[in-house]
């Protein structure tokens, strides 16, 4: 069975920082791209950062602020987030999945989803 398990959620003021770690199991990820989708309430989820075997992306809304990196040996994916703002408040999802012909910005891309984990921040 495919988990994906995120942690490191909290509750900050605005300008602090958060690191959350996602932890795969089940399956190998290494080919896989992982990556980060946060919702806000009463909005649909948004792409954040995602890391594929040979780059990285991050959404115009958090450049410069989020940083994705990942530990292939370890199953594991972090996203370092800075200056965070309190429009960055959210449920972030960790997400993973095979090479696909949709764009990787997509939640159709990503096959493996795990349960979330609240960051609250605080102005």
């Known amino acids: 069975q495919v988990q994906l398990v995120e942690s490191g959620g909290g509750s900050v003021q605005a300008g602090g920082s958060l690191r959350l770690t996602c932890v795969g199991s089940g399956r190998t990820f290494s080919n896989d791209k992982m990556g980060w989708f946060r919702q806000a309430p009463g909005k649909e989820r948004e792409f954040v950062a995602h890391?594929?075997?040979?780059?990285?992306y991050v959404a115009n809304s958090v450049k410069g602020r989020f940083t994705i990196s990942r530990d292939n040996a370890k199953n594991t994916v972090f996203l370092q987030m800075n200056s965070l703002k309190p429009e960055d408040t959210a449920v972030y999802y960790c997400?993973?999945?095979?090479?696909?012909?949709?764009?990787?910005?997509?939640?159709?891309?990503?096959?493996?989803w795990g349960q979330g984990t609240q960051v609250t921040v605080s102005s």
């Open positions: 890391s594929a075997t040979y780059y990285s």
């Open positions: 997400a993973a999945g095979p090479p696909s012909n949709y764009t990787t910005t997509s939640r159709r891309a990503y096959t493996y």
